[in-house]
């Protein structure tokens, strides 16, 4: 987090537009880690604020010398970010803002947008209010139905396929299966195995049923 500006004054820079901001801050707080949650939240704002506005007013040469004289480089984007992100409002507007959840709405601005539309509409912003529109807008993933499947895998990286159990009322399929079994000593792989193929051959027409067919004279 970027220290609190204290009396910043960029080179060539008419910085007495800046001053009231700059008194509030020194008579606000002498030292940062005293400051509340309410003073933090408004002060990441004011910074922002102050910097997307030295970036439009500096040249490019003065705005890098002001980050580099405050150790700021590397860490303005995600400020300028939330002047981007938050310009409609006021710093004090987010005083009951964790400074987390404001650094997460600036982030992902695209993906939160509708949110900080929201806001807008909101007399008084507080965290609860902000994660509740959060929850709201975060829609459950569609669960993936998983395409059914008998294959099953082996430990050496084979494979083998595994019919489901079959459930009917009248045990139609199981009866006439055990029958097959016991009246022609097949096994059960042996039996699904040829009914497949007979039916792969009914469906590509290499069979055909014939009924009613009697011998020729």
Request: net charge positive; aromatic share 8%; proline share 4%.
């Amino acid at each position: 987090m970027m220290t609190p500006i204290k009396g910043v004054t960029a080179p060539q820079v008419n910085s007495h537009k800046f001053e009231p901001y700059l008194r509030e801050q020194s008579d606000a707080s002498a030292d940062f880690s005293f400051q509340t949650l309410a003073d933090v939240s408004k002060t990441i704002l004011h910074h922002a604020f102050w910097l997307a506005e030295q970036k439009q007013t500096l040249s490019t040469k003065e705005y890098k010398k002001l980050l580099f004289a405050q150790g700021w480089q590397g860490e303005e984007k995600k400020y300028l970010k939330i002047a981007s992100t938050f310009g409609k409002f006021a710093p004090e507007d987010f005083a009951q803002v964790e400074p987390r959840t404001i650094y997460q709405l600036a982030e992902r601005s695209n993906q939160y947008q509708k949110v900080i539309d929201r806001l807008l509409d909101i007399s008084v912003i507080n965290q609860e209010t902000v994660r509740s529109l959060i929850q709201k807008q975060r829609t459950p993933k569609a669960t993936e139905q998983k395409k059914p499947s008998i294959w099953r895998r082996l430990k050496h990286g084979g494979r083998y396929c595994q019919i489901p159990p079959i459930h009917e009322a009248t045990e139609e399929t199981g009866i006439t299966l055990q029958r097959m079994m016991d009246e022609e000593g097949l096994s059960v792989q042996k039996i699904v195995a040829e009914a497949i193929a007979l039916r792969q051959a009914h469906k590509e027409g290499r069979l055909v049923l014939v009924e009613n067919c009697g011998e020729l004279n």
